[in-house]
């Protein structure tokens, strides 16, 4: 089956710095990646996503940009700001129909002021 | 985005009680919907996959038995934890996909097995 793995597990930044989170996947038959931002004791939210059509997306300060040759893809969130600080988690599916996403292990996001 | 709603949003009960949580998709029609179970500090697991009107789908090592879900409408899924333990203690949480490949997650539902 699908495996994500994700990388840092934390990160800590500077208000206003840039954050990266990266993520690899293992099925090439994957064609869908979403990233979802998860604040304590909440559900995960999606915050953007991306399929295998397209390199890179864009939305204010957050993107994603996907590698599908080295089955990578990666979240940048620029300008950081302290109500950023969650856990990340990205996501793959597998286009087999069946539309479970496999997650990563996530990445605690920690803006400091 | 879409809408999905949990209920209860935490619960406790005793040893050997059954506790059913409800997932509601509130703006859309679910075709299908997800569970995950969370534990501290961790990321989520897929439990089962469930569409309207057919049986669930577990994942390896879930206990079809223990954790009875049922998807009646193309709005409301319920997992049910039957005789509940202390280890069955956990953060679920429900997902839901329409004709679109997006999934939107409820708020989760604390449970705590004394």
């Known amino acids: 089956g699908e495996n994500v793995e994700q990388h840092p597990s934390t990160l800590s930044v500077q208000e206003g710095d840039s954050a990266v989170i990266k993520c690899t996947y293992s099925?090439?038959?994957?064609?869908?990646f979403p990233w979802y931002k998860q604040e304590l004791g909440k559900g995960p939210q999606l915050i953007i996503d991306?399929?295998?059509?397209?390199g890179e997306k864009k939305d204010q300060r957050i993107a994603v940009t996907l590698n599908k040759t080295a089955k990578h893809f990666s979240l940048h969130i620029t300008e950081t700001q302290p109500e950023d600080s969650a856990v990340y988690f990205c996501a793959a599916r597998l286009d087999t129909g069946r539309r479970a996403l496999t997650f990563g292990s996530g990445t605690r996001l920690q803006v400091q002021p | 985005g879409a809408v999905v709603s949990q209920h209860p949003s935490w619960v406790i009960c005793k040893s050997g009680t059954s506790v059913k949580i409800e997932c509601r998709s509130l703006?859309?029609?679910?075709?299908?919907m997800f569970w995950y179970r969370q534990f501290p500090k961790q990321s989520l697991m897929l439990m089962a996959t469930s569409n309207e009107g057919s049986k669930a789908t577990y994942e390896q090592g879930v206990e079809k038995d223990k954790f009875l879900i049922n998807h009646a409408s193309l709005t409301l899924s319920t997992l049910t934890v039957t005789s509940a333990h202390p280890e069955d203690s956990s953060f679920y949480i429900c997902?839901?996909?329409?004709?679109?490949?997006?999934?939107?997650f409820g708020p989760g539902t604390r449970l705590t097995v004394l």
């Open positions: 703006d859309f029609q679910a075709t299908t």
């Open positions: 099925d090439s038959a994957s064609n869908y």
């Open positions: 997902s839901a996909s329409g004709l679109a490949d997006t999934q939107y």
């Open positions: 991306i399929r295998s059509n397209v």
